[in-house]
């Protein structure tokens, strides 16, 4: 079957890194994807990634490993407003995507 | 604002009633998704239009009956539902035909789905 890990909760504290992981096990991969969402919002992109590597957006970083099976959203200088859950998302074979429970993030000052 | 609407933001309904969710995109996109999103589980994709048409069903139950008359709308017709389908109910769009590449999709703020 199908399957997309994380964690189901984190907590960092104001001003620090953070390192979400993913690992997914899917038939066929064209590319991972993370989405922020608040509390009551909708789902928001943050990422894609297709290729091994690192991606840089400002203060989120997206990285991916096709052979391990593995993916990880970093967030540098952390605020307060990146309180929220991050859900991991990988587009299979056909296209459809795969999600993950996600992770809740939980700020501390 | 994702450019994608949804109405009506909370619906508390009993077993026997009929109801219907509306979802509207103003972004110009090609296909639509209906997800059920229940707390501290992953996404569960309900339905997918693409082009108006439905491209995927997955083992959905009967009470819940997908339209898309056009494009831009996608409504979710629920009757005779049980207290299990009490979740948030999550429209999505994206550019492209379902297939034809892995594009981000755009979500409405949901419906907050009460069923007693």
């Known amino acids: 079957g199908q399957n997309i890990d994380q964690p189901t909760e984190m907590t960092a504290t104001e001003g620090a890194i953070v390192q979400i992981n993913c690992t997914y096990q899917t038939s066929g991969f064209n590319g991972l994807f993370w989405y922020q969402q608040h509390a009551g919002e909708a789902p928001t992109f943050l990422s894609y990634?297709?290729l091994d590597g690192l991606e840089e957006k400002g203060r989120f970083s997206s990285f991916l490993s096709r052979s391990k099976g593995y993916s990880y959203l970093l967030l540098k200088e952390l605020q307060m407003k990146d309180s929220a859950s991050y859900l991991c998302a990988v587009a299979d074979s056909n296209y459809q995507l795969i999600w993950g429970a996600g992770t809740k993030l939980i700020i501390k000052p | 604002e994702t450019g994608v609407t949804q109405t009506p933001r909370h619906l508390v309904m009993g077993m026997t009633n009929k109801k219907s969710l509306k979802c509207e995109q103003h972004?110009?996109?090609?296909?639509m998704y209906w997800y059920k999103q229940s707390a501290k589980k992953p996404l569960e994709l309900m339905f997918v239009y693409s082009l108006e048409e439905r491209v995927e069903n997955n083992s959905v139950p009967s009470r819940f009956s997908p339209e898309c008359p056009n494009s831009s709308h996608l409504f979710l017709h629920l009757h005779t539902l049980q207290p299990e389908d009490s979740a948030l109910y999550l429209c999505?769009?994206?550019?492209?035909?379902?297939?034809?590449?892995?594009?981000?999709?755009?979500f409405g703020p949901g419906t907050r789905l009460t069923v007693l």
């Open positions: 999505a769009s994206s550019q492209d035909r379902v297939g034809s590449g892995a594009d981000e999709q755009f």
């Open positions: 990634n297709v």
């Open positions: 972004l110009g996109h090609n296909a």
